[in-house]
């Protein structure tokens, strides 16, 4: 670099400096990078293949007990999330080859949703200030039970906010797309509701007599002198110190949780979008034809009496499916996915293999059954 050009970056330096207003330096956003462009499914499969070893940990699980069965479990002296869980529900005689432990999976994560660390609406979970359940490491052990499930093909919280998500893995959201509905007092969403609604300096000064000193509360100390023009932005503040900062450290004793299994959660962070649809609700339904595409059916040689048999029963039973994309059915694909496998949409690793439709005689069972979920 020569001389006059030193000289120029000098120049640029000190007018810059020299300015009212000086931009502070911040945190830069996660870039887009080729594993940010990675699936899912590959993102987890070479996790597994580092972190996973051959060894199986046996869990004996109560159906009304699935989170006390979980914790009991993560207490044992030979508890090893590396080791590939092997649930056996009590009093049932099935054969863990997948889908037990889909099943316990999915059970055991709706029950972390209920243990005292969340709040709001069913897909709009937040963090709740819950300072009894920090005490107890209740936020740990949540995000201790989520990785195990991900880790081992079960399922995701698929409950959290996706603006909360979206700030917890350190990037910017736009809260316009919040629902207020996720927060938990109804003052908070009324005061948000009177600043949406200012629309002039007397009833913008007027706001700011009445809830200055709150919004200030809020993270906003300069409240008093931001002009009615920017009143969308204190909107954003506000909600940003409800949403995240006022429970960081709940959720920093989540995420300790979480990394306790490989350091999980940095991988999450980077691969942020790819792992959202396990922590938000976002899927839309099964189709018809999806499901369809998840099974084979074995069917017997064709012209024979039970080949003919068979066509018959895959004639209701897809009947059925076409009286359930219709929405004119009490179950959903998903029901029947639950019944077949234990979860109730494909796993991010899917299955081991198609799912197997046999036939059998009614002499012998009155009722389908699910033996060998793969």
Not at 10 to 23: I, T
Not at 54 to 71: D, F
Not at 155 to 179: E, K, S
Request: aromatic fraction near 12%.
């Amino acid at each position: 670099m020569n001389v006059s050009m030193l000289m120029l970056c000098f120049l640029c330096f000190q007018h810059r400096g020299s300015e009212e207003d000086v931009e502070m330096l911040s945190p830069p956003q996660q870039p887009i990078s080729p594993e940010n462009e990675m699936s899912l499914a590959t993102i987890l499969q070479e996790f597994r293949i580092e972190h996973i070893d051959g060894r199986t940990l046996i869990v004996v699980a109560r159906r009304t007990r699935i989170l006390q069965s979980a914790i009991v479990a993560l207490h044992k002296d030979y508890f090893d999330w590396h080791k590939r869980p092997q649930v056996e529900f009590v009093g049932e005689m099935a054969i863990d080859i997948g889908g037990p432990t889909r099943e316990f999976m999915r059970l055991l994560m709706k029950e972390v949703q209920g243990m005292g660390v969340f709040e709001g609406p069913k897909h709009n979970l937040l963090f709740a200030y819950n300072q009894a359940a920090f005490d107890r490491k209740q936020f740990y052990t949540a995000g201790k039970l989520a990785a195990w499930s991900i880790v081992h093909g079960g399922a995701g919280l698929r409950c959290l906010d996706p603006i909360l998500y979206t700030l917890m893995c350190g990037q910017v959201p736009d809260f316009r797309a919040f629902d207020y509905a996720a927060l938990h007092e109804t003052d908070v969403q009324q005061n948000i509701q009177r600043i949406h609604q200012c629309d002039s300096d007397s009833s913008w000064n007027k706001l700011k007599e009445e809830l200055g000193d709150w919004i200030a509360s809020c993270g906003v100390p300069q409240i008093y002198s931001i002009p009615v023009a920017d009143r969308l932005q204190v909107v954003d503040h506000i909600l940003r110190h409800y949403i995240f900062l006022r429970t960081k450290c709940m959720i920093e004793q989540f995420i300790d949780g979480f990394n306790s299994c490989g350091l999980l959660w940095e991988t999450v962070k980077t691969s942020w979008r790819a792992f959202q649809k396990l922590f938000t609700k976002g899927d839309e339904p099964l189709t018809r034809a999806e499901f369809k595409a998840l099974y084979d059916v074995n069917w017997s040689d064709k012209g024979s009496n039970r080949r003919d048999a068979e066509e018959e029963t895959m004639f209701s039973f897809e009947s059925i499916l076409n009286t359930i994309e219709e929405g004119r059915a009490p179950i959903s694909f998903e029901d029947i996915l639950v019944f077949w496998t234990g979860a109730d949409e494909v796993p991010p690793l899917g299955f081991h293999g198609p799912l197997q439709v046999d036939f059998f005689k009614c002499a012998d069972r009155s009722h389908p059954y699910a033996p060998h979920a793969p």
